[in-house]
T-cell receptor
């Protein structure tokens, strides 16, 4: 069964350092999502891509976070500089397309970030 | 705005007990509704979904019915197992996926 791949699984960094997370969606999935999940809460959408284009980044802290999906396949989420409050699980998901819940989102295992 | 409210956990049960996790939602329009499960240290897995009123989603013995009149999507299972111990998230999707805060289920033998 096809899965969403993410790496690394765990990342420990010091504040003010740069970190990057990678996601490879299920083959053929045009829509890719990055979520942030703070401990004890549900995931919150950071950014949504349709192919290589950003369609929603309204909750992405653009002063320090950036995301790209250059060839419309895999994607990278970067934080620079990292802050203590960025400690969370970063989840990537993909779906065949976007459209009012019609297409199921499939999640990867996540990257657990700890900022010291 | 759209939102999901779940019962607070943890829910602690003995093996073979009946499970209910309550979920209610607020949404404009007609959302699709989902239950996702998250095992320790892992990402979210889709458990079941329903896309319109009165639909029943089911998987692995879990069921939930889309109740438009009560804006609810309660998760039920007739007989839980230790392996069902996890965090369960209710979610809705109108134009984006919005999650509840999650309910931790602990099942003891």
């Amino acid at each position: 069964e096809a899965e969403v791949a993410q790496s690394p699984r765990y990342k420990i960094t010091e504040k003010s350092q740069a970190v990057a997370f990678w996601c490879d969606p299920i083959s053929g999935h045009a829509t890719l999502y990055w979520y942030r999940q703070i401990l004890g809460q549900g995931p919150e959408l950071l950014v949504q891509f349709q192919d290589e284009s950003v369609v929603d980044d309204s909750q992405l802290p653009k002063d320090r976070f950036s995301a790209e999906r250059l060839k419309g396949v895999d994607s990278t989420l970067k934080i620079q500089p990292a802050e203590l409050g960025d400690s969370a699980m970063y989840l990537c998901a993909s779906s065949l397309a976007a459209g009012r819940g019609k297409f199921t989102q499939y999640f990867g295992p996540g990257t657990r970030l700890t900022v010291l | 705005g759209d939102s999901v409210t779940q019962m607070e956990g943890p829910v602690t049960l003995s093996e073979e007990a009946f499970l209910t996790i309550n979920c209610t939602y607020t949404a404009t329009g007609y959302p699709s509704l989902f239950w996702y499960v998250q095992y320790p240290g892992e990402g979210l897995q889709l458990l079941l979904k329903a896309t319109k009123a009165d639909d029943k989603g089911s998987n692995k013995g879990f069921e939930a019915t889309y109740r438009k009149e009560t804006t609810s999507f309660h998760l039920e299972k007739g007989s839980v197992q230790v392996s069902d111990s996890a965090v369960y998230f209710c979610a809705l999707n109108t134009d984006k996926l919005i999650f509840g805060t999650g309910t931790r289920l602990q099942v003891f033998p």
